[in-house]
């Protein structure tokens, strides 16, 4: 985010805490938002001359009553799409909702401050990885899981040689990894399964409702997991260079994760997670800078998964291969 949309960000954000609660001086703007005083002296003064009505009183500022944001008459698909969980990052930012929800939010502020944010949006992009579009099948399966009804899909998981007929009581949607998962009970199966949206070819809305089991809540579903699938709880131990140490203290991959710096510079990674099968991949990307220490199963995986892979290049640990030589890739023995 540029410095702008920082400093946007900071007025809006005064102007909610000067309305919410008295007492808010610079002092205590400035020890709030980890800024100087002068800084914050700067911030009113950017308010005042985008027509917010700011000023200080007796112990902090206020904000004259008869400023307001005036009634929106947002229409439902507005509504729905301000409060979808996913909304910040959508792609479909230039929808018929999507546009005129922004419309009528930056109406709501004074001209230099709408000038002021519309500006900063027009500067700011954010591109989702991996995010995909939403499509009929998302609205049908987002629909009935606020209505607690059950859904017939054609699904087709990862090994499945064709699409299989499943009656699936969607609990809930997630995103994880990526892509969108339907979390429920799989009445072929009998139990809670998880359903990748992107493998799901139709949705038949039924109109037969069912009831989510009151101990059953997404949050503890997913809690402790690496990823979107479960399993046994491990101790997860991971050695990484001092390159690939500071990759992941920028984007741990859990949040219950540590990391210990060691005096080369590396460090070793320790997590509690329920599930090993999504780590192997995610440390590989880090090639010979990680080495799984531990669960012994999943140092067998990145283990077999590499030597896979120095079959499909004709590799031995003993052997270089010729056309790499020839194409200096590797030097040739004398």
């Not at 799989?186 to 101990?215: D, G, N, Q, W």
């Not at 003993?318 to 194409?327: F, G, K, V």
Request: proline share 5%.
């Amino acid at each position: 985010m540029s410095v702008q949309s920082h400093r946007l960000a900071r007025l809006l954000k005064i102007i909610t805490l000067v309305q919410a609660e008295s007492g808010w001086g610079p002092q205590q703007l400035a020890a709030h938002f980890g800024i100087s005083s002068t800084r914050i002296y700067q911030d009113i003064k950017e308010l005042s001359i985008a027509g917010v009505p700011i000023s200080f009183v007796g112990t902090g500022y206020e904000i004259d009553r008869s400023f307001f944001l005036h009634s929106l008459n947002l229409t439902a698909d507005e509504i729905i799409l301000l409060l979808s969980p996913d909304f910040p990052v959508q792609r479909n930012s230039n929808s018929a909702a999507a546009r005129g929800l922004r419309s009528k939010l930056l109406s709501c502020l004074p001209p230099r401050l709408r000038e002021m944010v519309s500006e900063a949006l027009d500067r700011t992009h954010i591109m989702p990885e991996n995010e995909p579009e939403p499509d009929e099948n998302f609205d049908l399966i987002h629909k009935a899981v606020a209505a607690h009804t059950r859904v017939v899909i054609d699904y087709r998981s990862l090994t499945a040689p064709a699409y299989e007929r499943r009656a699936v009581d969607p609990y809930g949607l997630v995103y994880r990894s990526n892509a969108w998962y339907i979390i429920g009970m799989c009445h072929k199966h009998k139990e809670i399964r998880i359903f990748r949206l992107s493998r799901v070819r139709t949705v038949l809305a039924t109109e037969m409702r069912f009831r989510t089991p009151e101990a059953f809540s997404i949050r503890s579903w997913l809690a402790g997991r690496w990823g979107i699938f479960g399993g046994e709880e491990h101790e997860v131990v991971i050695r990484f260079s001092p390159l690939a140490a500071r990759l992941v203290e920028d984007k741990p991959p859990v949040k219950n994760g540590t990391m210990l710096e060691l005096s080369d510079g590396s460090a070793i990674f320790r997590a509690h997670v329920r599930g090993i099968q999504e780590i192997a991949y995610w440390v590989m990307k880090y090639g010979d800078q990680a080495e799984v220490v531990r669960p012994a199963g999943l140092r067998r995986q990145v283990m077999d998964t590499i030597r896979g892979m120095a079959n499909v290049y004709g590799i031995s640990p003993s052997q270089q291969i010729a056309a790499e030589a020839e194409e200096g890739y590797l030097p040739m023995e004398e």
